[in-house]
Protein backbone atom coordinates (compact mmCIF):
# COMPACT_ATOMS: atom_id res chain seq x y z
CA UNK A 1 0.00 0.00 0.00
CA UNK A 2 1.21 3.20 -1.13
CA UNK A 3 0.47 6.40 1.64
CA UNK A 4 0.97 10.06 0.54
CA UNK A 5 0.91 12.66 3.29
CA UNK A 6 -0.30 16.01 2.86
CA UNK A 7 -1.73 18.75 4.61
CA UNK A 8 -5.38 19.16 3.77
CA UNK A 9 -6.44 22.95 2.58
CA UNK A 10 -9.39 24.53 0.84
CA UNK A 11 -7.52 24.89 -2.04
CA UNK A 12 -6.72 21.08 -2.45
CA UNK A 13 -10.27 20.06 -1.77
CA UNK A 14 -11.34 23.02 -4.29
CA UNK A 15 -9.48 21.07 -7.25
CA UNK A 16 -11.04 17.77 -6.28
CA UNK A 17 -13.01 16.38 -9.09
CA UNK A 18 -15.71 14.84 -6.83
CA UNK A 19 -15.21 17.51 -4.38
CA UNK A 20 -19.39 17.81 -4.99
CA UNK A 21 -19.62 14.29 -3.72
CA UNK A 22 -17.51 14.19 -0.51
CA UNK A 23 -18.14 14.83 2.83
CA UNK A 24 -16.37 18.25 2.65
CA UNK A 25 -18.41 19.30 -0.03
CA UNK A 26 -19.73 22.51 1.47
CA UNK A 27 -16.96 23.46 4.07
CA UNK A 28 -15.29 27.34 3.77
CA UNK A 29 -12.37 28.66 5.18
CA UNK A 30 -13.28 28.60 8.80
CA UNK A 31 -14.30 24.77 8.87
CA UNK A 32 -10.66 24.28 7.37
CA UNK A 33 -9.15 25.80 10.08
CA UNK A 34 -10.33 22.92 12.48
CA UNK A 35 -8.89 20.48 10.71
CA UNK A 36 -5.68 19.44 12.99
CA UNK A 37 -5.08 16.06 11.88
CA UNK A 38 -3.12 15.43 8.22
CA UNK A 39 -5.11 13.83 5.69
CA UNK A 40 -3.67 10.46 4.27
CA UNK A 41 -3.71 10.02 0.26
CA UNK A 42 -3.76 6.69 -0.45
CA UNK A 43 -3.15 4.89 -3.02
CA UNK A 44 -3.98 0.96 -3.27
CA UNK A 45 -3.12 -2.08 -5.61
CA UNK A 46 -6.32 -4.35 -6.52
CA UNK A 47 -6.81 -7.11 -4.03
CA UNK A 48 -5.42 -4.69 -0.95
CA UNK A 49 -7.06 -4.60 2.03
CA UNK A 50 -8.39 -1.35 3.30
CA UNK A 51 -10.08 -2.33 6.29
CA UNK A 52 -10.89 -5.82 8.26
CA UNK A 53 -14.32 -6.26 9.48
CA UNK A 54 -14.64 -5.60 13.03
CA UNK A 55 -11.60 -3.35 13.32
CA UNK A 56 -11.82 -0.51 15.15
CA UNK A 57 -12.16 2.22 13.31
CA UNK A 58 -10.02 5.29 13.22
CA UNK A 59 -10.95 6.56 9.56
CA UNK A 60 -12.74 7.00 6.50
CA UNK A 61 -11.93 6.87 3.07
CA UNK A 62 -13.69 8.98 0.69
CA UNK A 63 -13.03 7.18 -3.02
CA UNK A 64 -11.92 8.98 -5.42
CA UNK A 65 -10.79 6.66 -8.21
CA UNK A 66 -11.52 3.06 -8.59
CA UNK A 67 -13.73 0.61 -6.82
CA UNK A 68 -14.06 -1.22 -3.65
CA UNK A 69 -16.05 -4.14 -2.29
CA UNK A 70 -17.14 -4.30 0.82
CA UNK A 71 -17.64 -7.82 2.25
CA UNK A 72 -18.97 -10.37 4.64
CA UNK A 73 -17.44 -13.82 5.79
CA UNK A 74 -19.04 -16.61 6.99
CA UNK A 75 -18.24 -19.36 9.00
CA UNK A 76 -17.87 -21.66 6.45
CA UNK A 77 -15.38 -19.63 4.24
CA UNK A 78 -18.05 -18.44 1.71
CA UNK A 79 -18.57 -14.51 1.10
CA UNK A 80 -21.08 -11.75 0.43
CA UNK A 81 -20.26 -8.56 -0.86
CA UNK A 82 -22.76 -6.63 0.86
CA UNK A 83 -22.21 -3.17 -1.48
CA UNK A 84 -19.83 -1.56 -4.21
CA UNK A 85 -18.00 1.15 -3.99
CA UNK A 86 -17.04 4.22 -6.62
CA UNK A 87 -15.83 7.87 -6.95
CA UNK A 88 -17.38 9.94 -4.36
CA UNK A 89 -18.66 7.29 -1.79
CA UNK A 90 -17.78 6.16 1.64
CA UNK A 91 -16.13 3.96 3.21
CA UNK A 92 -16.40 2.93 7.13
CA UNK A 93 -19.26 5.74 7.97
CA UNK A 94 -19.69 3.35 10.27
CA UNK A 95 -16.98 4.51 12.68
CA UNK A 96 -18.44 8.04 13.25
CA UNK A 97 -20.98 6.26 14.68
CA UNK A 98 -18.34 5.04 17.32
CA UNK A 99 -18.89 1.47 15.56
CA UNK A 100 -15.90 -0.96 14.59
CA UNK A 101 -15.88 -1.79 10.65
CA UNK A 102 -18.86 -3.61 9.55
CA UNK A 103 -16.90 -5.16 6.66
CA UNK A 104 -14.34 -5.42 5.20
CA UNK A 105 -13.16 -3.44 2.65
CA UNK A 106 -11.13 -4.77 0.00
CA UNK A 107 -9.81 -3.44 -3.11
CA UNK A 108 -11.39 -4.53 -6.83
CA UNK A 109 -9.20 -2.24 -9.21
CA UNK A 110 -6.58 0.63 -8.58
CA UNK A 111 -7.94 2.59 -6.12
CA UNK A 112 -7.79 6.82 -5.08
CA UNK A 113 -9.12 7.78 -1.78
CA UNK A 114 -8.88 9.55 0.97
CA UNK A 115 -8.15 8.83 4.54
CA UNK A 116 -9.61 10.88 6.99
CA UNK A 117 -9.33 10.80 11.12
CA UNK A 118 -12.29 10.11 12.57
CA UNK A 119 -11.08 12.56 15.42
CA UNK A 120 -11.45 15.14 12.45
CA UNK A 121 -14.69 14.36 11.19
CA UNK A 122 -16.32 14.18 14.85
CA UNK A 123 -14.60 17.62 15.36
CA UNK A 124 -15.95 19.40 12.48
CA UNK A 125 -19.24 17.37 13.13
CA UNK A 126 -19.78 19.53 16.79
CA UNK A 127 -18.32 22.99 15.08
CA UNK A 128 -19.66 22.88 11.40
CA UNK A 129 -23.15 23.02 10.67
CA UNK A 130 -22.14 21.83 6.97
CA UNK A 131 -20.36 19.08 8.02
CA UNK A 132 -22.92 17.73 9.72
CA UNK A 133 -25.39 18.08 7.18
CA UNK A 134 -23.47 16.73 4.65
CA UNK A 135 -22.39 13.99 7.19
CA UNK A 136 -26.27 13.22 7.56
CA UNK A 137 -26.91 13.69 3.47
CA UNK A 138 -24.34 10.43 3.26
CA UNK A 139 -25.78 8.38 6.12
CA UNK A 140 -29.26 8.75 4.44
CA UNK A 141 -27.04 7.60 0.45
CA UNK A 142 -25.19 5.21 2.55
CA UNK A 143 -28.61 3.51 3.47
CA UNK A 144 -30.57 3.97 0.66
CA UNK A 145 -28.01 2.49 -1.68
CA UNK A 146 -28.03 -0.80 0.71
CA UNK A 147 -31.27 -0.92 0.10
CA UNK A 148 -31.63 -1.09 -3.65
CA UNK A 149 -28.52 -3.06 -3.39
CA UNK A 150 -30.63 -5.76 -1.83
CA UNK A 151 -33.69 -5.33 -3.96
CA UNK A 152 -31.54 -5.20 -6.84
CA UNK A 153 -29.30 -7.83 -6.59
CA UNK A 154 -30.14 -10.64 -3.91
CA UNK A 155 -34.05 -10.85 -6.21
CA UNK A 156 -34.93 -12.27 -9.56
CA UNK A 157 -33.25 -14.41 -11.98
CA UNK A 158 -29.69 -14.87 -12.31
CA UNK A 159 -30.09 -13.61 -15.59
CA UNK A 160 -32.01 -10.33 -13.83
CA UNK A 161 -29.40 -9.88 -10.81
CA UNK A 162 -26.32 -9.35 -13.49
CA UNK A 163 -28.82 -6.65 -15.91
CA UNK A 164 -29.39 -5.21 -12.94
CA UNK A 165 -25.49 -5.31 -11.56
CA UNK A 166 -24.41 -4.43 -14.92
CA UNK A 167 -26.46 -1.16 -15.45
CA UNK A 168 -25.40 -0.09 -12.34
CA UNK A 169 -21.48 -0.28 -12.99
CA UNK A 170 -22.26 1.49 -16.18
CA UNK A 171 -23.74 4.07 -14.44
CA UNK A 172 -26.93 6.36 -15.78
CA UNK A 173 -26.26 7.67 -19.36
CA UNK A 174 -23.41 5.31 -19.90
CA UNK A 175 -22.81 1.87 -21.77
CA UNK A 176 -19.03 1.27 -20.59
CA UNK A 177 -17.83 -0.72 -17.37
CA UNK A 178 -15.69 -3.14 -15.93
CA UNK A 179 -16.67 -6.19 -14.44
CA UNK A 180 -15.24 -7.52 -11.24
CA UNK A 181 -14.03 -10.88 -11.31
CA UNK A 182 -16.58 -13.93 -11.51
CA UNK A 183 -15.81 -14.70 -8.42
CA UNK A 184 -16.84 -11.31 -7.01
CA UNK A 185 -19.76 -11.16 -9.13
CA UNK A 186 -21.38 -14.48 -7.90
CA UNK A 187 -20.34 -13.16 -4.25
CA UNK A 188 -22.46 -9.36 -5.37
CA UNK A 189 -25.20 -11.46 -6.89
CA UNK A 190 -26.01 -14.20 -4.40
CA UNK A 191 -25.10 -17.49 -6.94
CA UNK A 192 -22.30 -19.36 -7.44
CA UNK A 193 -18.96 -18.65 -9.40
CA UNK A 194 -20.44 -21.06 -11.73
CA UNK A 195 -23.42 -19.96 -12.24
CA UNK A 196 -21.93 -16.26 -12.82
CA UNK A 197 -19.58 -17.31 -15.21
CA UNK A 198 -22.74 -19.20 -17.18
CA UNK A 199 -25.02 -16.11 -17.32
CA UNK A 200 -21.97 -13.28 -17.94
CA UNK A 201 -21.09 -15.59 -21.43
CA UNK A 202 -24.31 -16.16 -22.13
CA UNK A 203 -24.84 -12.00 -22.07
CA UNK A 204 -21.82 -12.24 -23.88
CA UNK A 205 -22.92 -14.69 -26.68
CA UNK A 206 -26.56 -13.11 -26.99
CA UNK A 207 -24.74 -10.05 -27.76
CA UNK A 208 -25.75 -8.05 -24.69
CA UNK A 209 -22.58 -7.56 -24.01
CA UNK A 210 -19.13 -6.76 -26.07
CA UNK A 211 -15.52 -7.18 -25.39
CA UNK A 212 -13.53 -4.19 -24.80
CA UNK A 213 -10.60 -6.29 -23.90
CA UNK A 214 -8.68 -9.60 -24.14
CA UNK A 215 -8.73 -10.23 -20.74
CA UNK A 216 -12.55 -10.01 -19.71
CA UNK A 217 -13.09 -7.51 -17.82
CA UNK A 218 -13.93 -4.38 -19.62
CA UNK A 219 -17.26 -4.54 -21.91
CA UNK A 220 -19.73 -2.39 -23.87
CA UNK A 221 -23.43 -3.46 -23.36
CA UNK A 222 -26.58 -2.92 -25.51
CA UNK A 223 -28.38 -0.41 -22.69
CA UNK A 224 -32.34 -0.85 -23.89
CA UNK A 225 -31.79 -4.73 -23.81
CA UNK A 226 -29.70 -5.05 -20.46
CA UNK A 227 -32.60 -3.29 -19.22
CA UNK A 228 -35.67 -5.49 -20.48
CA UNK A 229 -33.65 -8.07 -18.84
CA UNK A 230 -33.57 -6.45 -15.73
CA UNK A 231 -37.25 -6.12 -15.83
CA UNK A 232 -38.30 -9.69 -16.59
CA UNK A 233 -38.37 -9.80 -20.31
CA UNK A 234 -36.94 -12.67 -22.18
Not at 92 to 112: F, K, M, N, R, W
Not at 126 to 136: A, K, N, Y
Request: charged fraction near 25%.
Amino acid sequence: MQVKLHAVNESDCASCGIRAQSLFANLNSADFQLIDQPIHDLALAPQATVFAEGAQGEYVFTVRKGLIKLVRYHADGSQRIVRLLGPGDIAGLETTAGAPYDSTAVAITDIQACRIPVAVIRRLETESPRLHQQLVRKWHEALRTADDFIADLASGSARQRLARLLLRLAGEGHDHLMLPSREDVGAVLGITTETASRTVAAFRREGLMHDLDRQGRFFRIETAAVQAVAGGEP
